[in-house]
């Protein structure tokens, strides 16, 4: 499930570093008759669906990739972790060049960058293009999404953007169920002999569809006084996750090289150099791309440790359990796609009801109760996978998964709030952003880790035999994934200790305190 922090924000009305000065800051607040706005809003809720479908559905085609493109399984985590790599080191940058040079302007290119990606990613030659075309798409959507919920803040008065975000929760929903199975259907109709390649290729009619309307239809807005660019700071972030993930990614490939490890352990030391240049530009200009200064709020530091461990549970989880399906047990990717309704909707349900009924009254606890939840579910698969072994039939999967399901909607929906709630409201906007990068940049190293707790599980003479062999052998990578899952999702627990027993009133909320600065303003993104 990568659409968590689009399930949060939808959560909140308000939205993080956002409110109703936003609009009449930059003074472009429609008249509540324009019925332009309406479509404005449906362009730009498309496109949050056709980002959200797209972090969904391709996880449920990788076997056919992998099969059609004689893709190494290395290239085949690349095509996932290198989409959340660009999307994380984009995020906070697009959001700014957002309220710099337009959003409008900043969403048209987004989205036409997307598209063209898409298109790339639809006609790719071998996995080598693939990933590169994956790169540009995840680069693509850091310009387009941030400026979805910008855009529905400055087009929508105050009193209308309960209604709009109710809408935007309902989308979110659809597209967590739908992008599965709209993958699974795809990849097995095989539509004109192209296999998995219309996973990528109906983003095209979308796209072009959203660029013509949006041109017309959607209003330009900028901040007043927008940040400036921290492009050295996105330029080391990138170096030392690079150096963290591509050895992890393909060291078993390449037998764990020395180098790997010299790239591994010299990403700490360029972490420690981006932590000193961020100290010197907050001293220099004040535009940071990551401000210090808030981990010094215990509830955020330990919410951005939360963020991050979850960002790595998801990206191991969602890989291996697609992986498991379609090549250890043999299933169509309808079957699978099928599988896994029953665990979006036990998300989708146990999220709505986190935020509406039980945090309010039970606070942190909800959350840790949702780790439980969530690790109780892991043990039962884990116990299910051991027991029937290959022959495990799709209706014993759904207990697990439905536990599972409503222990991360017990977390993912409350916990950017809840990470937020002691946060200065002036630095908000800066959380919020910081919030959904580490998530991306959690989800991108639990991809690469996936090379070590189930690919390095895997005995490469039991694979290519018979079929027995194969299913025995991903089932065995399987179950240790599912063990490491319970081990951090343990973790997690603790760490949420450090979260507010209690939900404050939302800063973001009211008219309480003064209104953010428009620079340090950035609004909320979708994430993967």
């Known amino acids: 499930m990568s659409s968590h922090d689009a ?35 449906a362009i730009v809720m498309t496109a949050a669906f056709m980002d959200l479908v797209d972090a969904t559905i ?30 994380a080191a984009g995020l906070i940058t697009g959001g700014r060049l957002g309220d710099i040079y337009g959003r409008k302007r900043l969403f048209l290119l987004g989205t036409a960058g997307f598209t063209l990606a898409s298109a790339l990613c639809g006609f790719a030659a071998g996995p080598e293009m693939l990933v ?59 539509i004109a002999g192209l296999e998995w390649r219309p996973i990528f290729l109906i983003n095209l009619p979308v796209g072009i569809a959203g660029l ?33 993930i591509y050895p992890l ?9 020395l ?31 990551v401000e210090l200064s808030l981990f010094r709020v215990k509830s955020f530091a330990a919410g951005i440790a939360v963020q991050l461990t979850f960002g790595i549970v998801m990206g191991i989880f969602f890989l291996v359990w697609t992986l498991y399906m379609q090549i250890g047990l043999g299933w169509t990717p309808l079957r699978a796609g099928l599988t896994g309704v029953p665990f979006s909707i036990a998300v989708s349900v146990a999220a709505g009801l986190s935020v509406q009924k039980l945090v309010p009254r039970f606070g942190r606890k909800v959350l840790q109760a949702g780790a439980l939840t969530m690790t109780a579910g892991v043990l039962l698969y884990l116990f299910e996978a051991g027991r029937y072994g290959t022959g495990i039939a ?34 908000a906007g800066s959380a919020s952003g910081l919030i959904n990068t580490t998530t991306q940049m959690g ?34 990578a399987f179950q240790n994934s599912l063990g490491w899952v319970a081990g951090v999702l343990a973790v997690i627990f603790l760490v949420m200790f450090a979260l507010p027993a209690k939900p404050k009133q939302h800063l973001e909320g009211g008219g309480d305190g003064p209104a953010p600065e428009p620079g340090v303003e950035k609004e909320p993104a979708l994430a993967h």
């Not at 009305?13 to 309406?38: F, I, L, N, V, Y």
């Open 7 to 41: 399930v949060t924000d939808a959560a909140n009305p308000a939205g993080p570093g956002t409110g109703s000065d936003t609009a009449s800051a930059t003074g472009t607040a429609t008249d509540s008759g324009d019925k332009r706005r309406w479509i404005a809003l």
């Open 58 to 87: 391709v996880n449920i085609a990788i076997p056919s990739i992998e099969q059609d493109l004689n893709a190494s399984f290395g290239s085949i985590q690349w095509i996932t972790a290198g989409y959340a790599l660009a999307f």
């Open 132 to 190: 590169a075309s994956r790169l540009l798409q995840g680069a693509a959507a850091a310009m387009m999404v941030p400026q979805v919920l910008s855009i529905v803040h400055v087009t929508f008065p105050a009193h209308e953007r309960g209604k709009v975000f109710g809408l935007f929760g309902a989308i979110v929903g659809l597209g967590a169920v739908s992008g599965p199975l709209l993958g699974a259907l795809l990849t097995q109709w095989n």
């Open 212 to 244: 013509l309307l949006g041109r017309k239809f959607i209003t330009e807005s900028r901040a007043p006084k927008a940040l400036r660019l921290d492009l050295v700071g996105v330029l080391l972030v990138t170096a030392a996750l690079l150096m963290l």
């Open 249 to 257: 990614t393909r060291g078993r490939e390449l037998d764990w090289p």
């Open 259 to 289: 180098w790997g490890h010299l790239m591994m352990a010299g990403s700490l030391p360029v972490f420690g150099i981006l932590v000193a240049y961020e100290k010197y530009k907050t001293r220099k200009d004040g535009s940071p791309l």
């Open 394 to 427: 799709s209706w014993q999967m759904v207990p697990p998964l439905v536990v599972m399901g409503l222990g991360m909607g017990l977390i993912v929906a409350p916990l950017t709030d809840a990470v937020l709630s002691e946060v200065p409201r002036e630095h």
């Open 443 to 476: 989800n991108a190293l639990g991809l690469g880790l996936v090379s070590v707790v189930f690919f390095g599980v895997i005995d490469d003479e039991r694979l290519g035999k018979a079929p027995a062999e194969t299913g025995a052998a991903f089932t065995d």
